[in-house]
């Protein structure tokens, strides 16, 4: 089966560090695009960061550059989202995705996207 499954996510107090890991399944995570997601409670899904296909050019959402890095291992088939500096306004579900888009990401929003994991749960409180 096609599937990605997050994990990683937790309770982390504000300022703390987190790494989210997503291991894809039944397909090669090198022939797509990877992007994380979230969705606060009462709030619709954002794009957090993601990684082009083909040049590996990186994006970053304005309310995380400089505290988040998204990398992947093809090896491993995994794609990664190392969260520093965390604040409370980042709780939320993370979602990592992946896409058959050929372009920069960031010109791709969710429904490009042709695999979704289930997502994880990260909550940043004191």
């Known amino acids: 089966q096609v599937q990605l499954v997050e994990s990683g996510g937790g309770l982390v107090q504000p300022g703390g560090s987190l790494r989210l890991s997503c291991g894809a399944f039944?397909?090669?995570?090198?022939?797509?695009?990877i992007g994380w997601f979230r969705q606060a409670p009462g709030k619709e899904r954002e794009g957090v960061s993601c990684?082009?296909?083909?040049?590996?050019?990186?994006y970053y959402a304005d309310s995380v550059k400089g505290r988040f890095t998204i990398s992947r291992d093809n090896a491993k088939n995994t794609v990664y989202l190392q969260m520093n500096s965390l604040k409370p306004q980042d709780t939320a579900v993370y979602y990592c995705?992946?896409?058959?888009?050929?372009?920069?990401?960031?010109?791709?929003?969710?429904?490009?996207?042709?695999?979704w994991g289930q997502g994880t749960q990260v909550t940043v409180s004191s």
């Open positions: 039944g397909f090669t995570l090198e022939h797509y695009a």
């Open positions: 995705a992946a896409g058959a888009f050929s372009y920069s990401c960031s010109a791709y929003g969710s429904p490009e996207y042709h695999y």
């Open positions: 990684m082009s296909l083909g040049d590996g050019s990186t």
